[in-house]
C-alpha cells in the first residue's frame, strides 16, 4: 500500500519556469529531511525533464511526488508532454547523443541518479518520463 505525502504539477512552457520547479524541488525534499547535497542532485535530475520539455516539445507539464512505500519514502518525477516524441530512445539514452549542440548527457544523468527510469515516447505525439528514488 502506498500513501501520498506531498504532490505538485508544474505547468511548463517557457525557459523560466524551470526556475520554479528547481526551487520547489529542492524545497520539498529539504522538508522531507533529505541532505543539501542530495536535494540538488535530484532536483538537477528533475531540472533534466523540465528542460528537454520546453526545449524540444516547447510545453508540457511535470509532476514532483513523495509517497510512503512498504517502510521507506519514493520521490517521483513524471514530465509528459505532447511534443515531437523520440524515433529511437535507445540513440536518445545514449551518453553524448543530441539531435542538437548539447552535450546529450541530460536522460543518461536522469537514469543514473534515479533508482528507477521508464521513457515512453510516441513520434508525433509526445513523451512520457518518470523517475523514481528511495529517499530514506
Ligand atoms: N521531451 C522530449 N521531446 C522530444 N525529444 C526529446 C525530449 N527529451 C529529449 N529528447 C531528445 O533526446 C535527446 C537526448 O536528450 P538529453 O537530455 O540526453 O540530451 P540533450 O538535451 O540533447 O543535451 P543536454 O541535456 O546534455 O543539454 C535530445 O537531443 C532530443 O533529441
Ligand atoms: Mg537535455
New binding site residues.
Given amino acids: 500500500m502506498t500513501s501520498s505525502l506531498k504532490h505538485q504539477t508544474f505547468e511548463l512552457s517557457a525557459p523560466g519556469d524551470n526556475t520554479r520547479v528547481i526551487l520547489l524541488t529542492k524545497k520539498l525534499l529539504e522538508q522531507e529531511g533529505v541532505d543539501e547535497t542530495r536535494q540538488y542532485l535530484l532536483a538537477a535530475a528533475v531540472s ?2 523540465s ?3 520546453i ?3 516547447g510545453k ?1 507539464n511535470l509532476s514532483i511526488r513523495i509517497f510512503e512505500q512498504e517502510d521507506y519514502k519514493v520521490f517521483e518525477v513524471i ?1 509528459r ?1 505532447n ?4 524515433a529511437d530512445i535507445s ?3 545514449t ?1 553524448n ?4 549542440t ?9 537514469k543514473r541518479i534515479m533508482d528507477e527510469f521508464d521513457i515512453h ?1 510516441c513520434p508525433g505525439k ?2 512520457q ?1 518518470m523517475a523514481r528514488t528511495r529517499i530514506d
Avoid: Q, R
Fill in positions: 533534466e525533464l528542460t528537454n520539455i526545449k524540444y516539445a508540457g514530465a508532454d511534443g515531437p516524441g523520440i540513440k536518445a539514452m551518453e547523443f543530441s539531435s542538437g548539447s552535450l546529450g548527457l541530460g536522460l543518461p544523468s536522469v515516447s509526445g513523451t518520463i
